[in-house]
């Protein structure tokens, strides 16, 4: 059968059991399999909207949008808008309340507050736009959810970390805002692994950072002042981590500092090879926002309904925990 011939219900039988519950089935497949569909059914000159609400401009959702745009730009039939959530429900909120009166066929959204987004993607839903939502998941469900691997990347960054601080030791935690899923996950992840991994090592602070370079580094300063002998830290994300190495190369103990970060963007591999941050665990993100398009794809060509799921999709993203004795291989192409 060619792929201008697939049914709808064929194309929901195979969206169902095979695009959102297989993790075998490659992006790079995925989006040529139904670039042909995408193309036909452009045929009325219909212009069918897809949308991404970001939590706030930075590299991991322009990267991203980045992956979305190399799928979705060779579908002339979609078109493709990136909104600015300004880290603030109310406003993630406003933008959902446009999309779907505007008839947006899919939208997907990194979510302020998992909680708070629930009401709008509930409203999605009926009016039938499916949602996808990126690493930050919603208590409502949804059609996808397609994230890294927040709690066991963040174990085993946990198991590195302790290995490299030879198994002893006081660390700091900084923290994300309170009311995001990927904080707890990613927060708990790191304490149970310390716990199973590496009981003498000791979390003697755990203090939020609100994503930010400059706050982690006020942050992490307060707590040298506090915590003299703390010789690690691990920041929920890249930047938080980075802060901390901007205090610790200020102050003279970044030789003593064990320091791991999370989501692997370019300036954190660059500093891993500056010697600085000891590592991070790095994802591939334009890849996560390429197979996040191709469902989109699917969803619009196939006049597949936000009502036709009965679960949510899921698909966790690979990921390496990064140090210097393997950096070297990711290649420029994959630094976002």
């Given at each position: 059968?060619?792929?201008?011939?697939?049914?709808?219900?064929?194309?929901?039988?195979?969206?169902?059991?095979?695009?959102?519950?297989?993790?075998?089935?490659?992006?790079?497949?995925?989006?040529?399999?139904?670039?042909?569909?995408?193309?036909?059914?452009?045929?009325?000159?219909?212009?069918?909207?897809?949308?991404?609400?970001?939590?706030?401009?930075?590299?991991?959702?322009?990267?991203?949008?980045?992956?979305?745009?190399?799928?979705?730009?060779?579908?002339?039939?979609?078109?493709?808008?990136?909104?600015?959530?300004?880290?603030?429900?109310?406003?993630?909120?406003?933008?959902?309340?446009?999309?779907?009166?505007?008839?947006?066929?899919?939208?997907?959204?990194?979510?302020?507050?998992s909680v708070a987004l629930a009401?709008?993607?509930?409203?999605?839903?009926?009016?039938?736009?499916?949602?996808?939502?990126?690493?930050?998941?919603?208590?409502e469900p949804h059609a996808a959810h397609i994230e890294m691997s927040h709690y066991y990347g963040a174990k085993d960054i946990a198991k590195v970390m302790g290995e490299k601080m030879g198994g002893k030791g006081k660390v700091a935690i900084l923290n994300a805002p309170p009311g995001i899923i990927i904080r707890d996950q990613r927060?708990?992840?790191?304490?149970?692994?310390?716990?199973?991994?590496?009981?003498?090592?000791?979390?003697v602070a755990n203090q939020v950072a609100d994503?930010?370079?400059?706050?982690?580094?006020?942050?992490?300063?307060t707590i040298m002042?506090?915590?003299?002998?703390?010789?690690?830290?691990?920041?929920?994300?890249?930047?938080?981590?980075?802060?901390?190495?901007?205090?610790?190369?200020?102050?003279?103990?970044?030789?003593?500092?064990?320091?791991?970060g999370n989501d692997g963007e370019k300036d954190a591999l660059a500093s891993i090879e500056a010697g600085e941050l000891t590592g991070t665990q790095y994802t591939d993100v334009y890849q996560q926002g390429r197979y996040a398009a191709s469902v989109a794809t699917v969803l619009v060509t196939g006049a597949v309904s936000a009502r036709d799921f009965e679960k949510q999709g899921h698909l966790l993203m690979p990921y390496i925990i990064v140090t210097a004795d393997n950096v070297s291989s990711i290649t420029p192409e994959q630094r976002w």
């Open positions: 059968m060619s792929d201008t011939n697939i049914t709808k219900s064929s194309r929901r039988a195979l969206l169902k059991s095979t695009a959102l519950g297989v993790g075998a089935i490659t992006t790079g497949a995925f989006s040529a399999t139904f670039s042909k569909t995408a193309r036909a059914a452009s045929a009325d000159g219909e212009k069918m909207g897809v949308a991404f609400i970001q939590y706030v401009a930075h590299t991991v959702p322009a990267a991203w949008s980045k992956g979305i745009e190399e799928v979705l730009g060779s579908q002339p039939n979609i078109e493709y808008q990136l909104l600015d959530g300004q880290a603030k429900a109310e406003v993630q909120v406003s933008l959902m309340d446009t999309l779907i009166n505007k008839g947006t066929r899919v939208i997907f959204l990194q979510p302020v507050d009401p709008s993607i509930a409203r999605a839903k009926r009016e039938g736009i499916a949602v996808i939502t990126l690493n930050i998941d919603a208590t927060e708990q992840g790191f304490i149970d692994g310390l716990k199973e991994y590496h009981p003498d090592i000791e979390i994503w930010s370079r400059k706050k982690a580094q006020d942050v992490f300063t002042a506090s915590n003299p002998d703390v010789t690690g830290v691990y920041g929920i994300n890249d930047s938080m981590a980075l802060g901390a190495v901007d205090v610790a190369k200020q102050k003279g103990t970044l030789d003593k500092m064990t320091i791991f």
